[in-house]
């Protein structure tokens, strides 16, 4: 028994480092293209961005949203650095969703390791896992667009599972309001 606890043990501490090289290597390939992007978006004529993210998440793209509040647009860059810009009457809605079940979530390895070790708990470990009631998973700013090639956005505003109450989910949830009040603002100036 001890010698699994071990095993279990140090392969979560394995798959742990592998997850955080793989993140940084992840974190500098979205920098080099959120710093290509703005270059792109920097020599649009008439458009100048205000604020600006990353959709993580998109169902049809995935890149970089840009918002330029004086005249009203936005544009999204695609991570292949196309790019279009939109109208405030091309948004048809936008809300926050937490937890939506439409998003996948892969079963990573660490999760399949720490599975394991709570199992070999036994009924300690069935106490903790079934404690998933304040459990986030994501929370998504989700806008729909009039657009056949960029008809849903979602900007993840959760880079983490974290726990509600939490100040990563306070931070999250201001994030997303934020973004929603931004998207909100234009879609009502059409």
């Given at each position: 028994?001890?010698?699994?606890?071990?095993?279990t043990?140090?392969?979560?501490?394995?798959?742990?480092?592998?997850?955080?090289?793989?993140?940084?290597?992840?974190?500098?390939?979205?920098?080099?293209?959120?710093?290509?992007?703005?270059?792109?978006?920097?020599?649009?004529?008439?458009?100048?961005?205000?604020?600006?993210?990353?959709?993580?998440?998109?169902?049809?793209?995935?890149?970089?949203?840009?918002?330029d509040?004086?005249?009203?647009?936005?544009?999204?860059?695609?991570?292949?650095?196309?790019?279009?810009?939109f109208?405030?009457?091309?948004?048809?809605?936008?809300?926050?969703?937490?937890?939506?079940?439409?998003?996948?979530?892969?079963?990573?390895?660490?999760?399949?390791?720490?599975?394991?070790?709570?199992?070999?708990?036994?009924?300690?470990?069935?106490?903790?896992?079934?404690?998933s009631?304040?459990?986030?998973?994501?929370?998504?700013?989700?806008?729909?667009?009039?657009?056949s090639?960029?008809?849903?956005?979602?900007?993840?505003?959760?880079?983490?599972?974290?726990?509600?109450?939490?100040?990563?989910?306070?931070?999250?949830?201001?994030?997303?309001?934020?973004?929603?009040?931004?998207?909100?603002?234009?879609?009502?100036?059409?």
């Amino acid at each position: 028994m001890t010698d699994i606890f071990l095993l279990t043990a140090l392969g979560a501490i394995g798959a742990l480092i592998f997850g955080m090289f793989k993140g940084n290597q992840l974190k500098k390939k979205v920098h080099a293209l959120a710093v290509q992007s703005d270059t792109i978006v920097a020599k649009l004529d008439g458009f100048k961005a205000s604020s600006a993210c990353t959709i993580v998440d998109g169902i049809d793209l995935s890149g970089f949203l840009y918002v330029d509040v004086e005249s009203k647009r936005f544009c999204i860059v695609s991570t292949t650095m196309s790019y279009k810009i939109f109208e405030p009457n091309d948004i048809i809605d936008v809300s926050i969703i937490e937890n939506n079940p439409a998003i996948r979530n892969e079963t990573k390895l660490t999760d399949r390791i720490g599975k394991t070790f709570l199992e070999s708990l036994g009924p300690i470990g069935g106490l903790i896992r079934n404690k998933s009631d304040s459990n986030v998973n994501t929370i998504h700013v989700v806008m729909h667009l009039k657009d056949s090639d960029h008809n849903t956005i979602m900007i993840n505003c959760l880079p983490v599972k974290t726990q509600r109450n939490t100040p990563a989910y306070e931070k999250a949830i201001h994030i997303a309001n934020s973004w929603q009040d931004v998207l909100k603002a234009l879609m009502n100036s059409a």
